[in-house]
């Protein structure tokens, strides 16, 4: 261990530096933050919007900013039930609500609870169980097991714990949902903790207040210790454990970076997780509350390092990790066994006595090179990612991401457009109006982001109506179509003009997908979609470079949404795109994907969209050279274009324009290679099937 103390504050600045210089600084920290947080926003403006009561948090890492790229951190998500509520006191029973009264005695683990069902009546305790997630225990008592959280595993989804994972595609993180129900009162067996006051006065006095305000979760899992596994709901403070994070400087995060890297490198080895970053936060949070605080400092970031790795190596010893604001609750309790523990606490000295060699060779982030050039131990030509380009690459990764969610979330909301009146549609859209005045400015943001997609919807849905009333498009419409025009690059401008297509209106439309076109090619646009799990992105060095440029709102700018038209639109769609609404077969409702809820919808990726319309348009208006170029920027976008999402619509349409061109072996071929890309609910079946008819009947 480095003993010079002149040698140490050097280390702790050359350390500082190459986390700076990876996206350990203040504005990339907030940066990731405020993403997250929009993101969050977004998608409970999209549940109060629908109607739906649950609230969904951004937790872990990626909330707190307290990661790097590579340490590849998961997107955790809290998901809590709001038509259930946990009461510690029969005062806080709530009529009409599922009422649980939270249970910790001799049988539960410290930290842990057992929830009994109530009346929604009366502040009673039910008698009977309600099914079979719920068991009597010897008391009588009718429990809610843990192990309901199985029944909402969707496809590619695992359990582990609490949480259920979805692995993420190549380039993109991992998702950690947990399901919780909520309690608003504080924990009484934290109580406490709202009074304890460390060494450096921290958390403050607000920070407590905010704790005590938020309540608190239990998610579905059982102590590894416990007698009853399946009973046992774990008690949750994410929300105060986030506001503590928040409240880091940046040499406490960078410290906490740090720990995570060092036990992704050298402690857990090969994925094994004996010890969790949560302990490792956990073991952060009490050094900082049992020191002064002009200790985390810049200049003694690797004292503050060391300090929690000692820290961190008696908890092993003593196989006892405190919960930070429930100290009864060990998280380290049967986490590992007497082999495991010498080999832990083998790893921790041999880092802390070896620490030059160990910190020289962490691999993540480059770190260990990055600091070997600070301490000038190799060449400065050693090849990894200036500063800049990392910042650009992490708002990159925020912005798709956010713009993945406005696709998602846009989604959702024509889900529950279905089979709805012009009265309840627009309600809907009024009820959005509110998020933009009530001062907030996340809700503000995410209004803006959110707004023009629903404003276009319910405009298309009226210009449908009047379209099949008198051929027209009604000023209403059109009012509500324009306000959506910048929802992003085409998506919007593609539906406006489709509405003039269905009304004849073939001057207007052009015009239109003219700019629209324009549009496209004047920034480095990027095709978003979330209709699929899976989700390829091309992105280009210029996107990066506007990406660590603007602000999110360039999102609008930079990025094309797939076109969706629900049946509510139908009036709006192109014949040849009508066809999509019906692709469903019995058989294929049967077997087919319950997350891809845009079945009966026509959906198709802008650019082909945007191509289709211009040959249709070109051939109304008798501009054959036109129309031909139109058809040949089809045929090279469906062959070249590896991000398009609807390729197999995209063929669809582009075997119409075949059988329109008279060239049916052409159209037959589109329609084939439409099925190798999706063989059920494809309505390329009956293009074959009418395809063949017409031959036949030629003939």
């Known amino acids: 261990m480095f003993q010079e103390p002149d040698y140490r504050e050097n280390l702790s600045l050359m350390l500082s530096e190459v986390l700076h210089d990876i996206g350990v600084n203040e504005r990339t920290v907030m940066e990731r933050r405020r993403a997250r947080m929009l993101t969050e926003t977004m998608l409970n403006i999209m549940y109060r919007l629908t109607d739906e009561n649950f609230t969904r948090y951004s937790l872990g890492s990626l909330s707190e900013g307290t990661t790097t790229i590579g340490l590849q951190s998961d997107i955790d998500i809290l998901g809590s039930f709001n038509d ?109 903790w709202l009074d304890r006051q460390g060494i450096g006065r921290w958390p403050t006095q607000e920070m407590r207040r905010y704790a005590a305000s938020t309540g608190f979760f239990v998610v579905p899992t059982g102590s590894k ?14 929300l105060t454990e986030r506001c503590l994070m928040t409240n880091l400087n940046i040499t406490q995060i960078r410290c906490y970076v740090l720990l995570k890297m060092i036990l992704k490198s050298f402690l857990n080895p090969q994925d094994e997780i004996n010890i969790s970053s949560f302990m490792c936060k956990t073991v952060l949070l009490h050094c900082i509350e049992n020191t002064e605080s002009e200790i985390w400092k810049e200049n003694n970031l690797y004292t503050c390092l060391i300090y929690c790795l000692l820290e961190l190596h008696s908890c092993v010893q003593n196989e006892c990790c405190s919960h930070f604001i429930i100290p009864e609750n060990n998280l380290m309790a049967g986490q590992f066994t007497a082999e495991t523990k010498h080999e832990l606490s083998k790893n921790i000295c041999d880092f802390i006595q070896n620490d030059r060699q160990r910190l020289l060779s962490i691999d993540i982030d480059d770190v260990g090179h990055r600091l070997q050039v600070k301490l000038n131990r190799v060449p400065h030509a050693i090849n990894y990612f200036p500063s800049l380009e990392i910042y650009e690459t992490v708002m990159m990764g925020l912005y798709i991401n956010i713009a993945t969610s406005i696709s998602y979330q846009h989604m959702h909301f024509l889900k529950h457009l279905h089979n709805k009146n012009f009265r309840t549609i627009k309600q809907y859209v009024g009820k959005l109006t509110t998020f933009n005045d009530n001062g907030n400015r996340l809700h503000h943001a995410a209004f803006k982001l959110l707004a023009p997609f629903s404003f276009t919807t319910y405009g298309s849905i009226l210009a449908s109506y ?154 109304h208006l008798q501009r054959h050279q036109d129309q031909q170029q139109a058809l040949g920027k089809l045929i090279r976008t469906i062959e070249t274009d590896k991000t398009l999402r609807h390729r197999e619509t995209a063929l669809n349409i582009l075997g119409q324009c075949m059988e329109q061109e008279n060239r049916p072996q052409v159209a037959l071929n589109c329609y084939m290679l439409s099925l190798r890309q999706r063989a059920r609910n494809n309505v390329a079946n009956i293009h074959i099937c009418k395809l063949l008819s017409g031959l036949l009947a030629s003939q």
Not at 130 to 144: A, F, M, Q, S, V
Not at 225 to 238: A, F, G, K, M, N
Not at 476 to 495: F, M, T
Not at 529 to 553: D, I, M, P, Y
């Open 225 to 238: 210790v416990s007698e009853y596994p399946e009973l046992e709901w774990r008690i949750s403070t994410s």
């Open 466 to 619: 009047s379209i099949g009333e008198n051929n027209q498009v009604s000023p209403q419409a059109l009012v509500w179509l324009s306000a959506g025009l910048n929802s992003d690059v085409s998506s919007s401008r593609l539906k406006l003009a489709s509405v003039f297509y269905s009304t004849g209106d073939m001057e207007k439309a052009e015009l239109i997908l003219r700019h629209t076109e324009q549009q496209y090619y004047s920034y480095p646009v990027l095709p978003i979609c979330h209709c699929h799990h899976k989700l390829t992105v091309a992105v280009t060095e210029e996107f990066k470079r506007l990406c660590g440029e603007q602000s999110e709102n360039c999102i609008k700018h930079i990025t094309a949404f797939c076109v969706r038209f629900i049946q509510g639109e139908i009036n709006c769609v192109p014949h040849e795109l009508q066809y999509e609404m019906f692709r469903s077969t019995q058989d294929d409702m049967i077997h087919g994907d319950e997350h891809e809820d845009w079945m009966d919808w026509a959906v198709v990726d802008s650019l082909p969209f945007l191509y289709f319309l211009q040959y249709k348009i070109y051939r």
């Open 84 to 192: 259930y509520n946990i009461i510690q006191d029969w005062s806080e029973w709530e009529h009409g609500k599922i009422n649980f009264l939270m249970i910790q005695d001799e049988n539960t683990t410290p930290g842990y609870c057992f929830l009994q069902l109530l009346r929604v009546d009366v502040p009673l305790p039910l008698t009977v169980i309600p099914n079979e997630h719920h068991i009597t225990d010897r008391r009588g008592r009718i429990l809610l097991k843990n192990t309901f959280i199985n029944h909402c595993l969707q496809g590619g989804e695992q359990r582990h714990g609490p949480s259920i994972a979805l692995q993420g595609e190549p380039g993109f993180c991992d998702r950690d949902k947990v399901f919780a129900i909520r309690c608003k009162s504080w924990p009484q067996s934290a109580s406490g």
